[in-house]
């Protein structure tokens, strides 16, 4: 019995546990969902819940909590691409300088309240994004406080949606799985470039040696 419970944790069988909260860490149900959202107590990965607005959307997060609906904008793609690169640049920049190195960090372009503008950030050491997460919480951006949590998604493929991937989604953006989007070729390019620079100063014999004399 062990082991068949084993096999289905955080499945779709899986009649206790969400499914949809293990796989994605955010569930549209939230706290009123019937099955239990077991949030991590470690994990590489943190969530920053709907931080992301994209200038053409007309949900707008409120103080109390929600969003509510505003006259929309009629950015250009070209516009809204440039929003998006220069927006997720300075949040991986910052974030990677003061916590630690990144693995991986995407954006979501849902539309649901429970994925709205999510943002995940997976780093390489455990450490690091419980670190991130307890500094983060007390800070702001864009005139909106931060809200971080530890999160359960360690891989974001299988969170993301394949058929928005195909532009075959017919969810538009209400889907339940993540609508990942996407960087321009030159930022990520860049973001690339910078973190191999910093895997190659973490191995040099100068920075091991300052690693053990804080150990």
Request: include cysteine.
């Amino acid at each position: 019995m062990a082991e068949y419970l084993a096999s289905i944790f955080g499945t779709e069988k899986d009649k206790v546990n969400c499914s949809f909260y293990f796989k994605i860490g955010a569930c549209r149900h939230g706290e009123r969902c019937s099955r239990v959202h077991n949030k991590p107590t470690f994990s590489q990965t943190i969530l920053l819940k709907n931080l992301y607005l994209n200038p053409n959307n007309n949900a707008v997060p409120k103080p109390e909590g929600g969003f509510e609906q505003h006259a929309g904008n009629n950015y250009t793609d070209h516009e809204v691409q440039q929003h998006f690169d220069e927006f997720y640049e300075e949040v991986y920049t910052e974030v990677e300088d003061k916590y630690g190195e990144i693995e991986a960090m995407t954006v979501c372009d849902n539309l649901g309240e429970h994925l709205i503008g999510n943002i995940y950030i997976k780093f390489r050491y455990e450490r690091d994004a419980e670190q991130a997460v307890n500094d983060l919480n007390t800070r702001w951006f864009d005139h909106k406080p931060i809200y971080a949590e530890l999160s359960p998604v360690t891989d974001f493929k299988e969170a993301s949606c394949r058929q928005y991937e195909l532009g075959e989604c017919m969810r538009s953006g209400f889907c339940n799985f993540m609508h990942i989007k996407t960087l321009s070729p030159d930022i990520k390019k860049r973001l690339r470039e910078r973190r191999k620079r910093s895997r190659s100063r973490s191995r040099s014999p100068a920075r091991r040696n300052n690693n053990n004399r804080r150990r």
